[in-house]
Every structure is written in structure tokens, then in C-alpha cells.
């Protein structure tokens, strides 16, 4: 398994400040983003895995909306969540 409770509580960690801090936006976008490296890399050797890569488009919208959120709401942490993470826009 790719996710395991410590890869997120390390997320967490890093992105929420607090390990057990997993409401924030930042910790949030950081795990989906995770999510969506690790879909990618199984789309690239299973390209008729359709359950997968609606899942990975559900996935990529949920972020996005995040993202949008945080945009509208705090513009320094959007602009420092895209540089840490290394999200193009």
C-alpha cells in the first residue's frame, strides 16, 4: 500500500503543522496530490483502467476546488502551497 498512516501523518506534518491538524486546505491538497501522482503513474501502465481514471478526474476537481478556495480566501498560502507541492497553474 502507497498510503500508509505514517505517509500521512508526515503529510500532515509538513503541510498542517500538527500531525493530527488534517483539516486544512494545505494538508489536504498535499494528500490529494499524493493521490493523484500515484493514479498517474498506474495510468501510464493500465490505459483501459476507466474506474481508475475517473477516479483520478474526481480527484484532480476535489483539489482544484481546494485550490480555488484558498485562492480566493488567502492568496500568500495558495501561492506558497503551489510552490511547495509544485502544482502548475
Known amino acids: ?3 500508509t498512516s505514517q505517509v500521512k501523518k508526515d ?3 509538513k ?3 500538527n500531525e ?4 486544512t486546505s494545505e494538508s489536504q491538497i ?3 496530490t499524493l493521490r493523484i501522482d500515484h493514479l498517474t503513474g ?3 501502465s493500465n490505459k483501459k483502467d476507466f474506474g ?3 477516479a483520478l478526474l474526481n480527484l484532480v476537481g476535489k483539489r482544484r476546488a481546494l485550490l480555488d478556495y484558498l485562492k480566493k480566501t488567502d492568496l500568500m498560502r495558495y501561492r506558497a502551497i ?3 507541492l509544485d502544482i502548475r497553474k
Open 15 to 17: 503541510h498542517g503543522g
Open 11 to 13: 503529510i500532515f506534518k
Open 42 to 44: 498506474h495510468l501510464k
Open 1 to 3: 500500500m502507497y498510503l
Open 52 to 54: 481508475t481514471q475517473r
Open 82 to 84: 503551489i510552490k511547495t
Open 20 to 23: 493530527k491538524n488534517t483539516g
Open 30 to 32: 498535499a494528500l490529494f
